[in-house]
């Protein structure tokens, strides 16, 4: 829901509320198989801030606090991760993210391959087709492997039913 209102351009009151729940849940101690639906959505949140922060030239200490959260977010996936394989695929996903907003692209393209053979194992057809299109959109414009990794996440996404997804592969 909270990724919904964010999408919506209600900002300001998710971003404090997701800040206050990844805090939260980095403190824990405690990890619980069904938060990871949670999880994801709040790394989404946290790294849809880190592209707007970046798109809007924020200042440096505003710039940083968003940072701050991705990391913690990633800090957070990696808890869990820890302790259920099955959050390895979106480990893989935002930590190819944040090596992307880094300018280490190349380990970016580790990851989200990663992601893609990890989540193509589960099967998580949501993150295999996240994956691709992570890799489709960001591999150079004359790799041969952009346009089978795009095609990828379109037949995905069609497939499991996220046409906005498959619409955005298809793009």
């Known amino acids: 829901m909270w990724l919904a209102m964010w999408l919506k351009g209600e900002r ?4 404090d509320a997701t800040k206050a729940a990844l805090d939260k849940f980095a403190k824990a101690s405690v990890v619980d198989f069904s938060t990871s639906l949670i999880h994801s959505h709040l790394a989404e949140i946290a790294f849809l801030a880190l592209e707007e922060a970046q ?4 200042s440096k ?14 800090k957070n996936l990696k808890k869990y991760a820890g302790v259920f394989s099955i ?3 979106t480990l893989d996903r935002y930590k190819g993210q944040w090596e992307w907003y880094s300018n ?3 380990t970016a393209y580790k990851f989200w391959r990663a992601a893609a053979a990890k989540a193509d194992a589960f099967p998580m057809s949501y993150e295999e087709g996240r994956a691709n299109l ?5 591999l150079p414009a004359n790799d041969p492997e952009r346009k089978t990794h795009l095609q990828n996440a379109h ?12 619409a955005i592969a298809s793009e």
């Open 87 to 89: 959050g390895g695929p």
């Open 55 to 58: 798109k809007n030239n924020l």
């Open 155 to 166: 037949a995905i996404f069609k497939a499991s039913g996220y046409e906005n997804w498959a």
């Open 61 to 74: 200490v505003e710039l940083e606090e968003v940072e701050k959260y991705a990391k913690l977010a990633i």
């Open 12 to 15: 300001h009151s998710i971003w």
């Open 134 to 138: 992570l890799l489709g959109q960001n």
């Open 104 to 106: 280490r692209s190349s």
